[in-house]
């Protein structure tokens, strides 16, 4: 069992996502007000609210759909992340979205009201949005940032 973290503000953690609020949608990139995907976002999130990215992400697929044996981008986050369960999530909290039944969970997003998530989405780049019903059905996994 891993040491329990002190979670980072949750206001902070909005704050900063919502500095990223138009920028464009980029696969694979992390540039505030240049490009990102939904994980990018999160990476220029973290390297703002806690510091450097911990590790370098490999090359990732964009399929919603992909099917395995592992949830990849929860291993991941679970390596630096406090998990919770998506029910105690509250603003400040990440979530990643399981897109189509029995895919892995491919997509995230940030919290930012117990309605309303921000998240970086093809066409569209990063964006705030209602969480409708349909959209919290679908997450899978939560974590929350570390303090610094």
């Known amino acids: 069992m891993t040491q329990p973290l002190t979670s980072a503000d949750p206001a902070r953690v909005i704050a900063v996502a919502r500095s990223w609020l138009g920028t464009p949608y980029?696969?694979?990139?992390?540039?505030?007000?240049?490009?990102?995907?939904?994980?990018?976002?999160?990476?220029?999130?973290?390297?703002?609210?806690?510091?450097?990215?911990?590790?370098?992400?490999?090359?990732?697929?964009?399929?919603?759909?992909?099917t395995g044996p592992r949830e990849v981008l929860a291993e991941g986050a679970r390596r630096i992340m406090p998990e919770i369960s998506p029910a105690d999530a509250g603003p400040g909290a990440l979530v990643l979205f399981r897109m189509r039944p029995r895919a892995i969970a491919k997509h995230v997003g940030i919290l930012t009201g117990p309605d309303s998530f921000l998240h970086a989405y093809e066409r569209l780049g990063v964006i705030e949005e209602p969480l409708t019903n349909a959209r919290r059905r679908r997450i899978a996994f939560a974590f929350l940032f570390p303090q610094r």
């Open 26 to 66: 980029h696969d694979q990139a992390s540039l505030r007000g240049v490009g990102c995907d939904c994980l990018g976002l999160v990476r220029g999130v973290w390297r703002e609210v806690v510091g450097p990215e911990p590790f370098p992400i490999p090359p990732y697929s964009r399929d919603w759909g992909e």
